[in-house]
């Protein structure tokens, strides 16, 4: 027996990861998250998808983050009804990520029908919060390496994959065989998150390559962040640190709290102005078992800033002298309270503008890191004088190198390797890498290529 697979996202980019599985009328959908980045790819977020939303039976989900969560409300709104499955730890994020992607696209929709600054009337939110925290009915937590039964023909078992809390790499048994989704895969030597697991042998392969063309550089975060506060704090400027709220600011918590420990930055105001990264490091306290944090480290990291709640204060955080630090989302500067600290403190050449991590094509992230310096902001330009510095190393994807050796302790031949998730030249010369070093048959799908396996 055969089934289809379907590239309904994530192929020829990094975001909006959705793979369709059919097994005559079996439909499970692996992923279901948002395009992020340019506005052509943004867009894709109002298209329908080419099946109708009821007749999938169910999502497995393997892990939080919007661009592969983010669509989950919509899918809900066109009439989805099955069970998503996911770990404990992503169903607690996505308890926290999916009403506030709905509070943000119901507040970006109401800003444009104020300013008039919307071809549409009125213009709508993709979702609102009320459906978003309606989404989550359907949400079942499941157990790493426990053996999940969807149907007669379908099967699956999550496997650690490190990245973030919460993250696995799915193999899903189909029609007598297996296929296995990376997700996203995280890095083999991390200083909070444990390496990925190895996976065993499977017909099938669907990998990403978000740094399929990029070795993270040997060296030292900590040592690199330290250079940057020192630097910024001599200059009394402010320290502006865009960060993920689930992952990437904990980890910067993590380094600043081992900076202060050892008296290698001075003792500065510190802030943590995302609501939503507060929320996520209780969990960091919850899950002990899925991350190298000891307890009482758990706590000391938490403890290093000043957690920004209201509205209030986080507009207050504008008219406050440097030196400082503020870490606050989003991690590509794509929306979020970091913009209002991008207008207040992006004009002062005193200042820094700290990248941490992968910045997707078409982000402000990323123009800042090609050199632009005039970036659009609620619809107006601002001159960015800022310093900016990148953290390359601190990312939480596994490079090409890494993503070889953890296929190389997985015990697998698959028949047929399928690259996704990443920008088309890291997706090709990962494909190239993978062909070389074990002669595997690798492609790069494309935006709604179906194969037929079996």
Known sequence: MSFTLTFLGAAGTVTGSKYLLTCNDSKILVDCGLFQGVKTLRLKNWDDIEIKASEIQAIILTHAHIDHSGYIPRLIKNGFRGKIYCTQATKDLCRILLPDAGYLMEEEAEYRNRTKRTKHSPALPLYTLKEAEASLNYFEGVSYNQKIQIDSRISFEFFYAGHILGAASVVISVAGKKIA?????????????????PLPPVNYLVTESTYGNRLHEKVSVKDEL???????????????????????????????????SQNKIPDIPMYLNSPMATNVNELLKKYKTLHKLTPEESVYICRVVKYVSSVEDSIALNEKKGPMLIISASGMLSGGRVLHHLKAFGPDPRNTIVLAGFQAAGTRGEALQRGVREIKVHGEYIDVRAEVRELDNISA?????????WLAKSDMSPEKVFITHGEPSAADELRRRITEKFGWNCVVPWQNDKVVLG
């Not at 995280?186 to 390496?195: A, K, Q, S, V």
């Not at 506060?229 to 081992?258: D, L, S």
């Open 181 to 197: 989704f990376s997700g996203d895969i995280g890095r083999l030597t991390d200083e909070i998150m444990n390496p990925p697991a």
């Open 397 to 405: 994807h596994a490079d090409y190198s890494e993503i070889l050796e």
């Open 226 to 260: 330290a250079q940057i506060i020192n630097e910024t704090v001599k200059r009394k400027g402010v320290i502006i640190i865009p960060a993920f709220a689930v992952g990437r600011a904990q980890t910067i918590m993590y380094y600043v709290w081992k900076l202060l």
